[in-house]
């Protein structure tokens, strides 16, 4: 009865959001408990919980109205996919606010496949999800589940420090998971130039072995072959070989292929065959989460207050930001003491000097203008300009992105009286990212500015 109940609620909600949405968040959830008085929902992961907690319970709700079910409390709960180990947390009708619990980490069991180079802590269960790298997490499990098959090569682009390393070994844990037999390689490109060196100058055999007999060929920071022309020659014959014969190619850079210099014309086509899609640098809400999870996982809550100066203060880089946490998290271990902002501020002071706490309206506004070679007061103003209307879309979805102002405050910034414009242009940019490439770099391309 829960599985047909649940079924019921996921097809009428599949209906009504976007597809990645659906499978990011919707997906892998199952109802586990059902009584008069509380729905239990499991989802895979704390990020997901905050987002059901947050953004879906309302929508999850109308639903389950509608399917005659309609309970007192409806409750989220992290299931592990080894343990089944879970954590809880009651929301009502009302409540708006999640609290973060402690999080059980999966150890996912993965088999030893000879000299595949992951790194098992890489995991699609340990990745946090937001809007900044949504589409690529949707795609790489779709590779995952299918590998050869759908998206062949999967190109994943984005700087330094936003995730792709952990995301592409993700893939291959996956699928070695679920295939104990496949084989699987991953390697950087910098090993790839030199056990090609070793071939080429010293018929060093093994090489077309090692590279052509895979299943799935994983090869980070592919940017370092540019310029490197028999390198290049060699990578090409081995991607043929692969792509021939329905092996999966999966390939990390830090720029999309067309801007890769003095990559070759064939490669950079063949690059492209597939999906090329970018991970972006992380949102507030999921600046929040990577601090709450990164917490839990060292068993530490850590207030709220304290999640937000570190997701306000390092905006542009995980690594920056795990790296902070870290040295919050061992200076209060060795004091025993709880940390706090007044710990992490005497502690990053340093990075509130290199990186601006807050951006303003302004700001937002007068770079959007900038990078769109245009005046601010034209983004300010009422013309209807194809060249002014979507930098003016653009500075509004930042000022909702960045900011987290209402609705009418963004109106007001840009000299307006009805809200309904903002509205409409920031929900039609969210869009434009899933699809569109060029706003997607546009809009990245003007982060990197607001925080340089």
């Known amino acids: ?108 069991t993965i088999a030893k496949t000879p000299a595949t180079s992951l790194n098992k802590r890489y995991t699609f269960a340990n990745f946090i999800v937001g809007s900044s790298n949504d589409l690529a997490y949707t795609a790489c499990q779709a590779v995952a589940a299918s590998p050869g098959i759908k998206y062949n090569p999967l190109f994943i682009y984005g700087g330094v420090g936003l995730g792709k390393t952990h995301l592409l070994q993700a893939v291959g844990n996956e699928i070695i998971a679920h295939q104990p037999d496949a084989r699987v390689l991953y390697v950087s490109s910098e090993t790839f130039v030199n056990e090609f060196l070793e071939h080429v ?155 601006p706490r807050h951006v303003t309206a302004k700001q937002i506004i007068d770079k959007t203008a900038r990078h769109f070679q245009i005046e601010s007061r034209e983004i300010c103003s009422a013309r209807r300009d194809k060249h002014i209307v979507v930098p003016r879309q653009i500075a509004m979805y930042l000022l909702r992105s960045e900011l987290h102002l209402s609705f009418p405050r963004i109106a007001a910034e840009l000299g307006r009286k009805d809200h309904t414009t903002a509205i409409h242009s920031v929900e039609k940019i969210e869009k434009s990212i899933k699809l569109d490439l060029l706003i997607r770099e546009q809009i990245n391309d003007i982060r990197e500015k607001l925080y340089a």
Request: net charge neutral; glycine share 4%; aromatic share 8%.
């Open 201 to 355: 100058r010293f018929k060093k055999k093994g090489f077309s072995d090692k590279y052509r007999n895979v299943d799935v060929l994983i090869i980070d920071d592919i940017q370092f072959i540019a310029g490197k022309e028999a390198t290049q020659e060699g990578f090409f014959h081995t991607f043929n070989a692969l792509h021939q014969s329905n092996k999966q190619i999966i390939i990390g850079s830090d720029k999309p292929p067309r801007s890769i210099p003095t990559l070759t014309e064939r490669l950079r086509s063949r690059f492209e065959w597939g999906m090329a899609i970018d991970i972006q640098m992380p949102d507030f809400e999921t600046r929040c989460a990577i601090v709450e999870t990164k917490a839990s996982l060292s068993g530490i809550t850590i207030n709220r207050e304290t999640v937000e100066f570190l997701a306000n203060n390092i905006k542009t880089n995980i690594r920056e930001l795990e790296g902070a946490l870290n040295q919050l998290l061992a200076y209060a271990e060795m004091r025993g003491i709880d940390p706090d902002v007044s710990i992490a501020e005497g502690l990053l002071g340093n990075v509130r000097e290199s990186r």
């Open 1 to 108: 009865m829960r599985d047909t109940l649940w079924q019921s609620v996921l097809g009428e909600i599949e209906l009504s959001v976007s597809h990645a949405n659906f499978t990011t968040w919707f997906k892998h959830t199952r109802l586990i408990e059902h009584t008069d008085e509380r729905i239990t929902i499991a989802v895979p992961n704390i990020f997901a919980k905050r987002q059901f907690e947050v953004k879906f319970n309302n929508q999850v709700r109308e639903v389950l109205t509608k399917n005659g079910v309609d309970p007192v409390q409806i409750r989220y709960t992290v299931e592990t996919t080894a343990a089944k180990k879970t954590i809880s947390r009651e929301v009502k009708p009302e409540q708006s606010d999640a609290r973060v619990d402690q999080l059980v980490t999966p150890t996912p």
